[in-house]
């Protein structure tokens, strides 16, 4: 209840203070930086396998494990790699540390998947 015993004894203050919130919220709504699509640099490259007619098991165990297992000893700048099978269809995501060259990493990863046709089931496709 004071601060309405206050606000009552000196009017200018207050009028002072509330035009003060008044043009320090005008002025930080001005700066805030506005962007509906920031600029998101994470260079990820996607590869994805088909065998039609392979389970999700099949896939993982067959395809997408024995693929991985090439990225990982010959292909540089790999920060993780994500993948998910499904029927027919191995997915395989590559990410790519921030500072790596996207043009390197696609022709690596596309020399390990010539070299590692040779070795999947006869009948398989390289969908990118």
């Known amino acids: ?6 606000a009552l004894r000196r009017p200018y ?4 203070f509330a035009i003060l919130i008044l043009i320090a919220g005008l002025v930080a709504i001005t ?8 600029a998101i640099n994470i260079p990820v490259i996607s590869v994805l396998w088909g065998y039609a007619g392979m389970s999700p098991e099949g896939m993982e165990s067959h395809l997408v494990t024995q693929f ?22 191995g997915i395989i995501k ?14 690596q990863i596309t020399a390990v998947a010539q070299s590692a046709l040779r070795q999947m089931p006869t009948g398989q496709r390289r969908l990118w």
């Open 1 to 6: 209840m004071w601060i309405v015993a206050l």
């Open 13 to 16: 203050t207050f009028t002072v």
């Open 31 to 38: 700066r805030t930086p506005k962007d509906i699509f920031p």
């Open 68 to 89: 991985e297992r090439g990225l990982t000893t010959t292909v540089d700048n790999i920060e993780h790699i994500e993948s998910q099978s499904l029927y027919g269809i």
């Open 94 to 107: 590559v990410f790519l540390q921030p500072t790596a060259s996207v043009p390197s990493g696609i022709a």
